[in-house]
């Protein structure tokens, strides 16, 4: 070999604490091998048979054999056979001379062997192949071993990624919880703004005489009618609010002045008539869960024609929610005395809200709305067979509110929906005794209680 070759032997790398195994039967055989090895940077050790090489390895951890194909007993293809099959990272090259052919062939097909050298060999290119062979089973190694790592890196990551997916499942599920339980929160808040909107009108009425407490049968009205509009829910508890505080900018008046019919006022009382549908949006302005509800009060009192204020609108500039409470104040209070002297029946009340359609009120609305009152009783709650009248006493908790329960004053007491327990039948009961003598609270409940209680579940 050339010297060029003898460099890049020099030049492979190696690891330390290497051992290569000679196996021949020849004492100067092995010795020369020995020669040329002993400035290599591995161990030598050697065998003078197949069976001795067997026994050494049974004991001693080898890296590489070089084995003489001629010997007596076990040759050299049977021995390295032998080998690849009890401990295959051992490399194998077989020492053969050109006449032993088919020795080399068994050796390659049995033993796998790494590469074969003719004898007599030369030198530089014995080194070269055994350093060669090392670093080929150590490059290997390596590779097994990052095979290895990656596999067992695999398995973490899959591990990791199963239980990351574990953390995300279950944190998604406890946001949707937390959002569940938000929306849930949000839908008893925006209910309680209704509710509190009902209370802080039924105190509005209380200024009034009996027959003037219209809030709840407008609040009633709006509430059946609109159900026929196929309103959203956003929309529907606006329009809700705005029918509960329809009259607030009336609060300011003089009790004259509430108890007055619209026909009949003076122009100084018709001036301050016409800015309260204003003055009830200025005192909404302050809460921001209101403003749709104050936009629908403002322009309760437009007309279809344009001629209404305070802003002139006209036709489909009218938001619906105010053409609708529109329509319920007037037919409410037509019946109340509220609009002229005279106290009109149900009857010539639809007559005269039907004659101001396309004047007052949009016609397709208004003949809608007349056709509502002339099939139910609009001012009262749908019958339903799953309700059923109570009397206080016999009230027990548990019980679901059918109807708002309003006091004799008209002052509302409880609205529909409220969940009966022993301290508000209590409270029922003690108001009922503080009222006239005679007056009996009439309760109407669902006798389906698991069906009708929004708070079940």
Same mark, same amino acid.
Not at 61 to 69: K, M, W
Not at 97 to 123: C, M
Not at 359 to 374: G, H, K, S
């Given at each position: 070999?050339?010297?060029?070759?003898?460099a890049?032997?020099?030049?492979?790398?190696?690891?330390? *604490?290497?051992?290569?195994?000679?196996?021949?039967?020849?004492? *100067?055989?092995?010795?020369?091998?020995?020669?040329?090895?002993?400035?290599?940077?591995?161990?030598?050790?050697t065998?003078?048979?197949?069976?001795?090489?067997?026994?050494?390895?049974?004991?001693e951890?080898?890296?590489?054999?070089?084995?003489?194909?001629r010997?007596?007993?076990m040759?050299?293809?049977?021995?390295?056979?032998?080998?690849r099959?009890?401990?295959?990272?051992?490399?194998?090259?077989?020492?053969?001379?050109?006449? *032993?052919?088919?020795?080399?062939?068994?050796?390659?097909?049995?033993?796998?062997?790494?590469?074969?050298?003719?004898?007599?060999?030369?030198?530089?290119?014995?080194?070269?192949?055994?350093?060669?062979?090392?670093?080929?089973? $150590?490059?290997?190694r390596? +590779?097994?071993?990052?095979?290895?790592?990656?596999?067992?890196?695999?398995?973490?990551? !899959?591990?990791?990624?199963?239980?990351?997916?574990? &953390?995300?499942?279950?944190?998604?599920?406890?946001l949707?919880?937390?959002?569940?339980?938000?929306?849930?929160?949000?839908?008893?808040?925006?209910?309680?703004?209704?509710?509190?909107?009902?209370? $802080?009108?039924?105190?509005? *009425?209380?200024r009034? #005489?009996?027959n003037?407490q219209?809030?709840?049968?407008?609040?009633?009205?709006?509430?059946?009618?609109?159900?026929?509009l196929?309103?959203?829910?956003?929309?529907?508890r606006?329009?809700?609010?705005?029918?509960?505080?329809?009259n607030?900018?009336?609060?300011?008046?003089?009790?004259?002045?509430?108890?007055?019919?619209?026909?009949?006022?003076?122009?100084?009382?018709?001036?301050? $008539? &016409?800015?309260?549908?204003?003055?009830?949006?200025?005192?909404?302005?302050?809460?921001?869960?209101?403003?749709?509800?104050?936009?629908?009060?403002?322009?309760h009192?437009?007309?279809?024609?344009? +001629?209404?204020? #305070?802003?002139?609108? &006209?036709?489909d500039?009218?938001?619906?929610?105010?053409?609708? @409470?529109?329509?319920?104040?007037?037919?409410?209070?037509l019946?109340?005395?509220?609009?002229?002297?005279?106290?009109?029946?149900?009857?010539?009340?639809? !007559?005269?809200?039907?004659?101001?359609k396309?004047?007052?009120?949009?016609?397709?609305?208004?003949?809608?709305?007349?056709? $509502?009152?002339?099939?139910?009783?609009a001012?009262?709650?749908?019958?339903?067979?799953?309700?059923?009248?109570?009397?206080?006493?016999?009230?027990?908790?548990?019980?679901?509110?059918?109807?708002?329960?309003?006091?004799?004053?008209?002052?509302?007491?409880?609205? &529909?929906?409220?969940?009966?327990?022993?301290?508000?039948?209590?409270?029922? @009961?003690?108001?009922?005794a503080?009222?006239p003598?005679?007056?009996?609270?009439?309760?109407?409940?669902?006798?389906d209680?698991?069906?009708k209680?929004?708070?079940?579940?």
């Open positions: 070999m050339t010297d060029v070759s003898g890049a032997a020099q030049n492979l790398e190696l690891p330390s *604490n290497l051992r290569v195994l000679l196996v021949d039967d020849e004492e *100067n055989v092995l010795r020369s091998l020995q020669r040329t090895l002993r400035q290599e940077p591995y161990e030598v050790v065998a003078k048979s197949g069976d001795a090489a067997i026994a050494l390895l049974e004991k951890r080898v890296d590489l054999i070089i084995s003489d194909a010997m007596p007993g040759d050299g293809p049977t021995l390295l056979s032998a080998a099959r009890r401990w295959p990272w051992i490399i194998r090259i077989l020492l053969t001379g050109y006449a *032993n052919i088919s020795s080399t062939i068994q050796a390659i097909n049995d033993g796998k062997i790494f590469q074969y050298i003719s004898k007599p060999w030369d030198d530089d290119e014995l080194r070269l192949v055994i350093r060669q062979a090392l670093a080929f089973q $150590f490059s290997e390596r +590779r097994l071993a990052l095979v290895k790592v990656t596999r067992q890196q695999n398995e973490e990551l !899959k591990t990791l990624n199963q239980s990351l997916e574990e &953390k995300v499942a279950a944190r998604t599920e406890e949707r919880q937390t959002a569940d339980m938000l929306d849930a929160t949000l839908t008893e808040l925006r209910k309680s703004y209704v509710t509190t909107t009902e209370v $802080f009108a039924s105190l509005f *009425n209380q009034l #005489p009996p003037l219209t809030h709840s049968e407008v609040s009633a009205l709006v509430k059946s009618f609109a159900s026929t196929s309103l959203s829910p956003d929309a529907m606006d329009l809700e609010m705005a029918a509960a505080l329809h607030l900018g009336k609060m300011a008046w003089p009790d004259d002045m509430l108890r007055t019919p619209s026909d009949s006022l003076s122009k100084e009382q018709e001036k301050l $008539f &016409k800015r309260y549908p204003e003055a009830g949006e200025q005192l909404l302005m302050a809460l921001d869960p209101l403003q749709e509800a104050a936009t629908l009060i403002r322009h009192r437009e007309r279809w024609d344009g +001629r209404g204020y #305070p802003d002139g609108l &006209k036709g500039e009218i938001p619906l929610g105010s053409r609708v @409470i529109r329509l319920a104040v007037d037919f409410v209070e019946q109340a005395g509220m609009v002229v002297r005279r106290i009109l029946a149900r009857d010539e009340a639809i !007559k005269v809200i039907r004659r101001q396309s004047l007052l009120y949009p016609p397709d609305l208004c003949e809608a709305f007349a056709r $509502f009152l002339e099939h139910s009783e001012d009262q709650e749908p019958s339903d067979s799953s309700v059923e009248t109570v009397f206080t006493h016999a009230l027990k908790p548990g019980m679901v509110l059918a109807r708002d329960l309003h006091a004799a004053s008209g002052m509302l007491l409880l609205n &529909k929906g409220k969940v009966l327990s022993d301290r508000l039948i209590e409270k029922l @009961i003690s108001f009922e503080g009222e003598e005679g007056t009996r609270y009439t309760v109407f409940v669902f006798t209680t698991d069906e209680n929004p708070e079940a579940g």
